[in-house]
């Protein structure tokens, strides 16, 4: 008999969850809790994951689910997380240093100088990362020069899906799709660059041999049942960066871009792994690697939603929930968007001392708050058209539609401005879980040996609604996004 239920471990940067759902996608139990970064007690002002914390928070999560499952059911268990963070550990599996947070700012000093080791240029055609201050490779550097005893003592480098799995099972292995956002991976080749850690002087078994999605990683052991309740020898599988999978259970075909709508905007498309036109920094494209073989992850992320908190707090304050959501609707009826002067440059994520940060233009004695959220909301659609054109130029096609999911995905007016915006249909489906509902498609295809990811997709029913354009507006919206782009470099 086919188990029917997949136990998914998932970590964020707010919110921790652990989550069972079934192999028709639907949740049957799910717990979450809260997450936060903690102070490096080895470096003031440092920021870092405090993995036991972390642990007991996903241990407590775990045992709540288990009690409400049918344990028997269980096809097996996995992992997601944010990308690039993790620490050394030595063969016991102890940790040698805390996982620097990638909202720590340590690197930002490394980023500038990387090219006493290696040109940044060659380092992003490569890896095709785009050079985040947090990515891993600027985490190495800082060890290596400021720590470099953990070098010698380290048995392994393991990222945080790894460092979770290894408190389940003691497996101590590395996947593909953290690994694609470390900034040291070949993206051509699919595993780690030898000329990148040759340059910083690093030995690459210290990354040790790397797992794709769905493979097994291991048993869950004594202690992890003890911790989670979850049955000894109840199988483990890999999974990794939450955003491939995100992509992947969405749905997303090749050449289709997927808008990850929350905090942060995350807009990809799947693609094959080939040179793209636009291979540089300056293109702001980040490539990654897919959760499945041959393909990689091509896209820009901005600050989104976080904006409109922001916003909400500053302008609609006391208000939450429905309330403030049926108040901000019906204040944003009353904008007449024909007759809007506000230009606003939505860059409001200040990352260093060199960024200038977000701006708005044209505000007047007799400007209204709904204004400026319709603004907000605008200068956010046309910042996905300008990653949208940019995906497209660099993938050599042409969007059908854009799927949409995430927090963001549920605002209708938003869905239909970024409709009209980018003369493309937005698509939304009813499964918002798209990280779990992604990852759980490997554990299926990984605890069965006749089933693919692929075959596990096709038994969700996605139930889409397609926004369309107003294509009769496409002359107004060609016209305001000239004037977006004229302004945002000089507010």
Not at 218 to 226: A, R, S
Not at 404 to 422: F, H, L, T
Request: with cysteine; charged share 25%.
């Amino acid at each position: 008999m086919n188990k029917k239920i997949a136990i998914v471990f998932d970590c964020g940067a707010t919110n921790i969850r652990v989550v069972a759902i079934t192999d028709e996608g639907k949740i049957v139990a799910s717990k979450s809790m809260p997450n936060e970064i903690d102070e490096d007690p080895f470096l003031k002002g440092g920021k870092i994951w405090d993995i036991d914390k972390l642990w007991k928070k996903f241990s407590t999560a775990a045992k709540y689910v288990i009690s409400r499952i049918d344990i028997k059911q269980i096809a097996g268990v996995t992992f997601t997380t944010f990308g690039v963070d993790g620490t050394f550990i030595d063969k016991k599996g102890k940790l040698l240093y805390p996982v620097i947070s990638w909202q720590c700012s340590r690197t930002e000093f490394i980023v500038k100088h990387i090219d006493k080791y290696i040109s940044p240029r060659q380092l992003y055609e490569i890896s095709g990362v785009f050079p985040y201050a947090f990515n891993t490779i600027y985490k190495m550097v800082w060890f290596k020069e400021n720590k470099p005893e953990l070098f010698k003592k380290a048995y392994r480098f393991l990222f945080i899906p790894s460092l979770l799995i290894n408190k389940l099972s003691d497996t101590m292995q590395n996947d593909a799709t953290m690994m694609g956002t470390s900034m040291m991976a070949d993206l051509q080749k699919r595993q780690f660059s030898k000329e990148i850690f040759k340059s910083l002087e690093i030995d690459i078994s210290l990354f040790g041999n790397i797992a794709e999605p769905g493979e097994k990683a291991g048993i869950v052991n004594k202690k992890g049942y003890t911790d989670t309740s979850i049955p000894i020898g109840t199988p483990v599988f890999f999974a990794g960066h939450d955003t491939q999978f995100a992509v992947f259970g969405s749905s997303a075909d090749i050449n289709e871009p997927i808008l990850s709508s929350g905090t942060w905007e995350i807009l990809m498309a799947r693609s094959a792994v080939i040179k793209i036109k636009e291979n540089s920094p300056e293109s702001n494209l980040t490539r990654e690697l897919d959760s499945q073989k041959g393909i990689c992850d091509t896209g820009q992320n901005w600050l989104g939603s976080g904006i409109l908190e922001w916003f909400f707090h500053n302008f609609y304050p006391g208000l939450q929930g429905d309330d403030l959501y049926n108040k901000v609707a019906l204040d944003v009826k009353k904008v007449d968007i024909s007759k809007s002067g506000l230009i606003i440059n939505p860059d409001f994520y200040k990352e260093n001392e060199t960024c200038p940060g977000g701006s708005i233009r044209g505000l007047t004695i007799a400007t209204k708050r709904e204004e400026i959220y319709y603004a907000l909301i605008e200068s956010l659609s046309f910042r996905l058209r300008e990653a949208l054109e940019s995906i497209q130029k660099a993938g050599n096609f042409k969007a059908k539609q854009i799927i949409c999911v995430g927090g963001g995905s549920k605002n209708k007016y938003w869905n239909q401005i970024r409709a009209d915006i980018c003369q493309t249909p937005v698509k939304i489906i009813d499964q918002k879980e798209t990280t779990v509902l992604g990852a759980s498609f490997f554990v299926f295809a990984g605890a069965e040996d006749s089933l693919s990811e692929e075959d596990a997709r096709k038994k969700i029913d996605y139930n889409p609604q397609i926004i369309y354009p107003d294509k009769y507006k496409k002359d107004f919206w060609d016209k305001r996004y000239i004037i977006y782009l004229k302004n945002k470099n000089i507010i």
